[in-house]
């Protein structure tokens, strides 16, 4: 491997943007978005949901950068699960 790459691992690792998906390949739903899915009563739809669709929404929810972009994200998801 070249020098950039191992640098820009090094970095991801420093960062913990190496471990940035963990949650996600473990399905595990953040507070926030758990919060809201209890609240309207969808955590079991979203259970519902397939391994890869559940991945899908984790992992949009985790790459938002803003938390405007975050909440945005939520009501998409709880709109997705209450249409369903």
């Known amino acids: 491997m070249e020098?950039?790459?191992?640098?820009?691992?090094?970095?991801?690792k420093k960062d913990k943007s190496?471990?940035?998906?963990?949650?996600?390949?473990?399905l595990i739903i953040p507070n926030d978005l758990k919060k809201e899915l209890i609240?309207?009563?969808?955590?079991f739809n979203f259970k519902l949901l397939s391994r890869s669709n559940q991945r899908m929404f984790l992992e949009?929810?985790?790459d938002a950068k803003k938390?405007?972009?975050?909440?945005k994200r939520i009501?998409?998801?709880?709109l997705?699960?209450?249409?369903?």
């Open 18 to 26: 190496w471990i940035k998906l963990d949650d996600v390949e473990k």
């Open 39 to 43: 609240k309207f009563n969808l955590l």
């Open 60 to 62: 949009k929810l985790v």
């Open 3 to 12: 020098e950039a790459g191992i640098q820009k691992i090094k970095d991801a």
């Open 75 to 78: 009501n998409y998801i709880i």
């Open 67 to 71: 938390i405007e972009t975050r909440i």
């Open 80 to 84: 997705f699960l209450y249409r369903k």
